[in-house]
């Protein structure tokens, strides 16, 4: 995990709630075309899905881009992910990899109540 993510999840993991939009991010007016409702998981817990139906895609068929997806940043969706991390006990971002097969199901779970 890069070092700016580690932060960052710290940072919400400590917290334990959502940041909201963060204006003052510099890469706030390029990130998914200004279409954020919630700026919480700038670095997505899931990366990388593999999900087309989240809009995400191959970029030659070799790095997966998340350039069109902001199912993660609806407001209901990031709720709902923050209070199952914090379900399954995630209280430092080394939980995200360690917990990663448990992660995914969270997913499949929010998916379904929230389709993107």
């Known amino acids: 995990m890069q070092s700016f993510a ?3 999840f710290d940072k919400i993991l400590e917290k334990g709630e ?3 939009i963060d204006k003052s991010c510099k890469y706030y007016s390029s990130c998914h075309h200004n279409n954020l409702e919630d700026c919480t998981f700038c670095y997505c817990p899931f990366y990388p899905c593999r999900d087309e ?4 895609k191959w970029i030659r068929g070799a790095i997966w881009s998340c350039e069109d997806c ?3 940043h609806r407001t209901e969706v990031a709720s709902k992910v923050l209070e199952e991390m914090k379900n399954l006990g995630m209280n430092k971002p080394e939980d995200i990899e360690k917990e990663w097969i448990s992660l995914n199901k969270v997913r499949e779970r929010v998916k379904t109540l929230y389709p993107p």
């Not at 139906?53 to 995400?56: A, D, F, H, K």
């Open 6 to 8: 580690k932060r960052h």
């Open 18 to 20: 959502l940041l909201g």
């Open 53 to 56: 139906s989240t809009r995400g």
């Open 70 to 72: 902001n199912w993660i």
